[in-house]
């Protein structure tokens, strides 16, 4: 990160003498020299790092050298048991784009330009330390100008472990959809004439293949849905800056800044109200578009060649009319495709054109996902490329665990000291190819962290493909195993990263996790305290018509919903594209493939049926979504004063809600209504709870708390309440920020048995 070249470049300016090198622990520094610039250097030196480089503490100690120095020097690394870590993955910065575009530079359009400030770290690093040995830029054997760049300490690519140049580095190469090489001198410029053409290209990025098309060619856009079986799941788009994309959707200078970091997640913005029949094609009935900037070389030449090739760098910041699909190269669900060969394989019949390059990715890292939460806090959706590997710092040091998720949006987490690692997203696992990702990232990250964990946690669902891992690997290490509840790893995910030591209450509302009771759970009102958690209260159960079917078809939801009202006659008159809906009624009554659900998530489902919103979706939260959408655009309105009745015994029934939606005829009031009168009751519901538990702080968790409409006005009700809300921000509310909750709840069980 450059660390050690900005310690010897301060160090000189301050006429000091001394050291610098790495070590296990991190960067140790000797100084000599008067006692007044050796304090400027101390105040000076956590305050002008290098912008990728995190400082976590700083110890000073006064010693006497063994013998005195006659210059400042970068040694040679040192030893000792490893506490640090690799960085990031980065955009390019500033001083490469310079570079780039500048026809005189030795690495003018050359694709794999990076520095000690910006490039891959984290996904083409096999372990530690992080040498370019260690790399997969090992086979790229350094040219002299490179090598005297890399032995240079005051220049900024002084061991850069990636840098290269088109003499000794990694090349690229386009190939058609057989995977024969295109013979073109110019792969940057035959790409985007194949994209203005409508092609769909498959393009090799930091952590895996994008699939790219033309995001105002709708026939591009829709092929791309129909090839890749994508009905209508939402599109990410790239645009060359924010001012290419100002006219569509309504941008914060917080939302701004997120866009333009070195981290370069998709950023959800909202759509004006004018522009959503222009995006149509990409993110259907819904208010929000998922838009990201450039951050690889190749990116950025493919924006450079549709602008006119210009000569200087201040066409970056000048509005541009590309506009390019970015979407995660995998079929249907299965994991990000990295390699070279298997892309070609597993992409046939899906992309027309493959722009390839030689430079190995080592780990997978799909691109985050966030949006502007409550108090202009960024969000997490989906936590990968840019964040992963950072660390989540802990309130206290305890024995390494290892935790490894559930099974949607799985991820896992190693716990080192103080610290939580927790891994780029895995996705779900449903297939062979996920699971073997889970494998794969967990004997990596416990390799570059050099952790033998002392216990495994994992989800109390036993047919979880992650905790049949856990016990394998219980089994072979000969170590403990915790089972954590599913709401429970919700709730302490939040509490961990708060560093919380004192008794919350936690609400949970999520599409499903196993219960202690071994029925299905999903709108929980918790209580923690000393790592153990208590329910006080639930969502009026519903039957699952169907079973599993019913969470991916809504209308069985709001049948189950018209069944419960004794409305049942009106089940097949609704849902008459259906063809199950004419018998649906005598499944209720049966009770047989009906198990129950206290699931927010399916409340949710059936309100958005009994609607006309959507009666089965095509991918997983999409009712939910449109719900929100709709709400959003209609804003806020008044809750409906007997919409829900909170019973004695701490369950909140919405059937009064649901029986009014099932008569509303405007969908946007319908929707409005719904998210008004559902914060109204759940904020009731923590009132009274933290009145009888007198608690006045909540964590608010699980996946329906990425509905932006539902947390601020419940955030806005609590708070007038002078209830403290605490939120997931440095792992998603989903189920990708279980793994945290799971170490956090392990390590608390290490710790009180010692």
């Given amino acids: 990160m450059g660390f050690r070249p900005y310690v010897w470049r301060l160090a000189c300016e301050m006429q000091l003498n001394g050291l610098v090198c790495n070590d296990a622990a991190g960067v140790a520094i000797l100084v000599e020299g008067s006692r007044d610039n050796i304090d400027r250097f101390t105040r000076r030196l956590p305050v002008e790092i290098p912008v990728l480089a995190r400082v976590q503490n700083i110890s000073w100690i006064d010693a006497v050298p063994e013998h005195t120095h006659i210059d400042f020097v970068i040694a040679e690394n040192g030893g000792g048991e490893l506490t640090t870590m690799i960085g990031q993955d980065a955009s390019v910065c500033t001083a490469c784009l310079t570079e780039l575009f500048n026809p005189s530079a030795r690495r003018y359009h050359y694709a794999f330009i990076n520095c000690t400030h910006c490039g891959p770290r984290y996904t083409l690093t096999h372990k530690l330390p992080y040498d370019r040995i260690n790399t997969s830029m090992a086979s790229f054997p350094l040219c002299p100008a490179c090598e005297e760049e890399y032995r240079n300490p005051g220049n900024r690519r002084f061991h850069a472990e990636a840098t290269a140049c088109p003499d000794c580095g990694p090349q690229m190469q386009l190939l058609d959809q057989n995977g024969f090489l295109i013979g073109c001198t110019d792969p940057i410029a035959q790409t985007l004439q194949r994209l203005k053409a409508g092609q769909i290209i498959a393009i090799k990025g930091l952590g895996g293949f994008h699939l790219a098309c033309d995001a105002l060619n709708q026939d591009a856009v829709e092929r791309l849905r129909a090839r890749k079986l994508r009905d209508e799941k939402p599109f990410a788009i790239m645009v060359a800056n924010t001012l ?44 929000w578009l998922g838009v990201l900037l450039p951050y690889t070389p190749i990116h950025w030449l493919l924006f450079h060649q549709a602008a006119g090739l210009p000569t200087d760098i201040a066409w970056i910041d000048e509005k541009q009319s590309l506009m390019l699909v970015m979407t995660s190269a995998n079929p249907c669900d299965e994991p990000l495709v990295f390699h070279n060969v298997e892309a070609i394989q597993r992409l046939s019949g899906i992309a027309d054109a ?179 958690f208590s329910r006080l209260g639930s969502l009026m159960p519903l039957p699952l018509p169907g079973a599993d079917k019913a969470a991916t078809e809504p209308w069985r939801m709001a049948a189950a919903v018209l069944f419960q009202m004794g409305r049942s006659e009106e089940i097949a008159t609704r849902f008459t594209k259906q063809t199950a809906a004419k018998q649906l009624h005598l499944l209720l009554k049966r009770g047989t493939h009906c198990p129950m659900t206290s699931s927010m998530g399916r409340w949710i489902d059936a309100a958005a049926a009994l609607l006309g919103i959507c009666e089965v979706m095509s991918h997983e939260g999409q009712a939910a979504m449109q719900l929100e959408s709709l709400a959003e655009q209609t804003g806020d309105v008044a809750a409906l004063v007997d919409g829900y009745v909170l019973h004695e015994d701490g369950r909140l029934d919405l059937f009064p809600l649901l029986a009014r939606l099932a008569d509303e005829k405007n969908i946007y009031f319908g929707a409005a209504l719904f998210h008004a009168t559902l914060s109204d009751a759940l904020a009731h519901w923590l009132r009274r709870a933290a009145e009888i538990e007198n608690i006045y702080q909540v964590a608010l968790t699980g996946g329906c708390f990425l509905n932006h409409v539902l947390t601020r006005q419940l955030t806005q009700l609590l708070e007038k309440s002078n209830i403290r809300v605490l939120t997931a921000c440095q792992v998603p509310p989903n189920d990708g920020g279980l793994s945290l909750g799971q170490a956090w709840i392990a390590m608390h069980k290490l710790t009180c048995e010692v």
Wanted: glycine share 8%; with cysteine.
């Fill in 354 to 532: 493959f722009l390839l390059h030689n430079r190995d990715i080592v780990v997978p890292c799909d691109d985050s996902i966030m949006r502007m939460g409550v108090a202009k806090i960024p969000q997490f959706i989906r936590r990968a490329r840019g964040y992963t590997p950072l660390c989540i710092r802990l309130a206290r040091t305890t024995p390494a665990v290892l935790a490894l998720g559930g099974y949607l949006k799985n991820t896992i987490c190693v716990t080192r000291g103080n610290e939580a690692y927790v891994s780029q997203h895995i996705g779900s696992l449903n297939n062979p190819a996920s699971c073997n990702m889970l494998i794969d990232v967990t004997a990596h990250l416990l390799d570059i962290l050099q952790v033998s964990p002392e216990i495994i946690a994992h989800d109390l669902h036993p047919d979880y493909f992650s905790t049949r891992y856990a016990q394998q690997l219980s089994d072979e290490w000969g170590v403990p195993l915790i089972g954590v509840q599913h709401h429970h790893a919700h709730f302490a995910a939040v509490v961990a990263e708060h560093h919380i030591i004192t008794p919350m209450l936690g609400l949970a509302l999520d599409g499903m996790g196993m219960g202690c009771d071994g029925t299905a759970w999903g709108g929980e009102l918790l209580r923690l305290a000393n790592g153990q």
């Fill in 244 to 287: 290419s994309i100002a006219e569509y959707v309504e941008i914060s200078e917080a939302e701004k800044a997120l866009l333009q970091s070195s981290e370069r997640p998709v950023v959800l913005l909202r759509k004006k109200a004018d522009s959503s029949g222009f995006f149509s094609a990409l993110a259907p009935e819904l208010a």
